[in-house]
């Protein structure tokens, strides 16, 4: 299927789960800085349209990836309680990132580097698998997407290694990531994490 065609059909997909719907609404009122969400809730919610699931079923959380320069914690954290406040009554997890300080706390927490980001974009360039590598922020009364690795992977519901990071990344978060969705969408297909290397 055409790319163009590909995205008219995630971003109607995505809009079916009310989180989202809700999300993209308010986002702008944050006024953070290169503004995304990204991830599961956007292709997870495509799993459960194709699937005939309640859009929000299985979702875990709602990741907002932003890029401040400023790499203070009290800037982030300052936004995170901003953006609590905002999705309260939502009563989801709502999870923000600066994709600006990544690199500062990533090898702790994970026990491998990570480059140095210079947008919000590099962070979904960088995540583990393929179908996780997306984004989406509201421009204009529509909704912009970024999905570097296209959108076949999400509507094929395969999970395979970021070709990007040729095999480098904590490989027990990608094996762990990989046991709980197939768990939760049992015709996922999984590609090996040595596909990558």
């Known amino acids: ?6 995205a008219s059909r995630f971003r109607h997909a995505i809009f079916e789960n009310s989180f989202n719907r809700e ?18 809730c956007l292709f997870q919610t495509v ?10 079923y299985g979702i875990k959380d709602y990741d907002i990836f932003y890029f401040d320069l400023d790499t203070s914690w009290e800037a982030e954290d300052n936004a995170i309680k901003a953006a609590a406040l905002l ?11 600066n994709q600006a300080r990544v690199h500062l706390w990533y090898e702790q ?8 980001f210079r947008s919000a974009c590099d962070g979904i360039d960088n995540f583990l698998n393929t179908c996780s590598m997306v984004g989406a922020r509201p421009v204009d009364g529509g909704i912009d ?12 519901r395969v999970m395979r290694p970021n070709p990007y ?3 480098t990344g904590p490989r027990d ?25």
Not at 23 to 40: C, Y
Not at 87 to 97: S, Y
Request: glycine share 6%; with cysteine.
């Open 1 to 6: 299927m055409q790319a163009e065609a590909l």
């Open 23 to 40: 999300i993209f609404k308010r986002l702008p009122r944050l006024a953070l800085p290169d503004a995304w969400l990204v991830s599961g």
């Open 47 to 56: 799993w459960n349209v194709l699937e005939g699931r309640e859009p929000t």
């Open 87 to 97: 999705f309260a009554d939502l009563k989801v997890e709502v999870e923000i990132r």
């Open 109 to 116: 927490k994970f026990g491998v580097p990570c480059p140095q």
């Open 145 to 156: 997407l970024y999905a570097p690795h296209g959108l076949s992977d999400v509507f094929d």
């Open 165 to 167: 990071r040729n095999g």
């Open 173 to 197: 978060r990608y094996d762990e990531k990989a046991a709980r969705w197939k768990s939760l969408w049992p015709s996922l297909t999984i590609r090996s994490w040595d596909a990558a290397a």
